[in-house]
């Protein structure tokens, strides 16, 4: 790994290197927090955290040959709790704080590449506008990308830490929930190319309101790299009012780049894309017109570095679904929508949306929402009346907070059994997903269309894995 050598990241963490004569100038092959994942001249970072300490696996990592050990436990101490010899010992750095070594050593790293890296934040739709975006850049180059949940302060500096020679650009995604994240962030990361999807109803508890997400997400600007570019959803009315960032002007990306949209329904869409003077097909196999605006950010990104647009056209074309996000999966007499990785209200309407496009009977599986601070209850309350609104034929409501999701589809017009006065939604209300799970297979029918959703917390990836046993 370029530069980083025993030495240089002593001095990038700050701390002394111990147990080293004579290996100082030696390049690490790889850094990691799990020890699984180590390789033979690796680096392993030993944390302690809330379920594990990593500090019990030092001697697994040097047993597989590990260069370097960053922990905060001497090697006496790790031998009295853990059993692990200080004689087996290599070279090791001894931090107050792993995790923050990490940062450092992350962001010392970034500094040696040379490779665009495109940042990717927003309330909702980071992690398919990433595969998008990095999907297309493939078509040109060799791309490293964020891999499952690993966008906030843990997830990044690791994401960076997996760039090799080989990689000619890379895509990473930036989760935050809180003021001063993106900037710690963005110190880490310094894009070439930030993206912002848009600026929804999310972490309120922290965030307060909308323009509250909007001055944490832009804090990415104070660190986009010397000349480099903004990318921004033209369709939001709070990124739009946005024009120029550092004496730069905004590059905007929106519906309004494609014209004869045909939605195919849950087999995804096709639209003529406009990019400057050309114009040109392309086929969006994911569904849902939010699929087409995360096509337009991966174009006009694409654009950006260089692809033309056969490259551009034939990367969208190959983008798939993400386990959690919109993923379609077919099941003997039942097809699942999987959007359960996470929720809030722009999401939880988007999905609903998607699940109308489908054919037969629409069944809606939603749960709490987290951290939507004070306004909770009344989004919640929306999100119920806006399934009725849609005409989803059965909701199935989950969780404390989803009581008001309850109401507000009740007082839609939600009913919580058919009754002979012509179409009404059915409606039911579990406590939680136990009491879910144990009633859903009363309720669902062959042919249904089923749409499961909710915040991360609730664990509704259980209750898809249920409904494939089906």
């Known amino acids: 790994?370029?530069?980083?050598?025993?030495?240089?990241?002593?001095?990038?963490?700050?701390?002394?290197?111990?147990?080293?004569?004579?290996?100082?100038?030696?390049?690490?092959?790889?850094?990691?927090?799990?020890?699984r994942k180590i390789e033979p001249g690796g680096l392993f970072f030993a944390a302690k955290g809330e379920k594990v300490d990593g500090h019990k696996f030092i001697g697994q990592v040097l047993e597989k040959g590990a260069a370097l050990i960053v922990c905060t436990k001497t090697p006496d101490e790790v031998e009295k709790e853990h059993g692990i010899p200080t004689g087996n010992w290599g070279p090791y750095i001894i931090v107050e704080d792993s995790y923050d070594a990490l940062k450092?050593?992350?962001?010392?790293?970034?500094?040696?590449?040379?490779?665009?890296?495109?940042?990717?934040?927003?309330?909702?739709?980071?992690?398919?506008?990433?595969e998008f975006i990095a999907t297309v850049l493939s078509e040109k180059y060799s791309v490293l990308k964020t891999e499952g949940n690993f966008n906030n302060e843990i997830g990044l500096p690791i994401t960076l830490l997996r760039i090799r020679g080989e990689h000619e650009a890379a895509v990473v995604e930036m989760g935050i929930s809180d003021f001063g994240e993106m900037s710690r962030l963005?110190?880490?990361?310094?894009?070439?190319?930030?993206?912002?999807?848009?600026?929804?109803?999310?972490?309120?508890?922290?965030?307060?309101?909308r323009q509250g997400v909007r001055k944490a997400k832009t804090e990415m600007f104070d660190y986009l790299k010397n000349g480099g570019t903004v990318c921004l959803n033209r369709d939001d009315d709070l990124l739009a009012e946005i024009k120029e960032v550092n004496g730069k002007p905004v590059h905007f990306f929106g519906l309004s780049d494609v014209t004869e949209v045909v939605n195919r329904g849950l087999l995804g869409s096709e639209a003529i894309l406009h990019m400057g003077d050309e114009s040109f097909p392309i086929t969006i196999h994911l569904p849902g017109l939010h699929m087409v605006k995360n096509a337009c950010a991966a174009a006009l990104v694409g654009q950006i570095?260089?692809?033309?647009?056969?490259?551009?056209?034939?990367?969208?074309?190959?983008?798939?679904?993400?386990?959690?996000?919109?993923?379609?999966?077919?099941?003997?007499?039942k097809l699942i929508i999987d959007d359960c990785y996470n929720a809030n209200p722009v999401s939880m309407k988007a999905a609903i949306d998607l699940l109308k496009n489908a054919e037969g009977r629409t069944v809606a599986l939603l749960g709490d929402m987290f951290e939507l601070g004070e306004d909770s209850d009344i989004l919640h309350a929306s999100v119920g009346s806006y399934a009725v609104q849609k005409k989803v034929d059965v909701i199935c409501l989950t969780g404390e907070n989803a009581k008001n999701m309850y109401e507000g589809a009740r007082a839609a017009g939600a009913v919580i059994q058919s009754d002979n006065g012509g179409w009404k939604p059915q409606i039911y209300y579990f406590k939680d997903r136990e009491s879910l799970l144990a009633d859903f297979k009363n309720i669902l029918r062959p042919g249904d269309t089923v749409l499961v959703k909710a915040s991360h917390g609730m664990g509704f990836a259980k209750v898809v894995e249920e409904l494939k046993k089906m």
């Open 1 to 35: 790994m370029k530069n980083l050598t025993l030495k240089n990241i002593a001095d990038a963490i700050g701390a002394p290197l111990n147990n080293a004569e004579g290996k100082e100038n030696t390049e690490i092959t790889c850094a990691v927090v799990d020890s």
């Open 104 to 130: 450092k050593v992350a962001t010392f790293y970034r500094d040696q590449l040379e490779i665009p890296i495109v940042g990717i934040t927003g309330s909702v739709g980071k992690t398919s506008t990433k």
């Open 186 to 209: 963005g110190a880490m990361a310094k894009p070439d190319i930030c993206v912002i999807t848009n600026i929804g109803q999310c972490h309120l508890e922290n965030l307060h309101d």
């Open 305 to 333: 570095l260089g692809l033309d647009k056969e490259q551009i056209r034939a990367g969208i074309e190959k983008v798939k679904p993400v386990d959690g996000r919109s993923n379609l999966i077919s099941t003997t007499d």
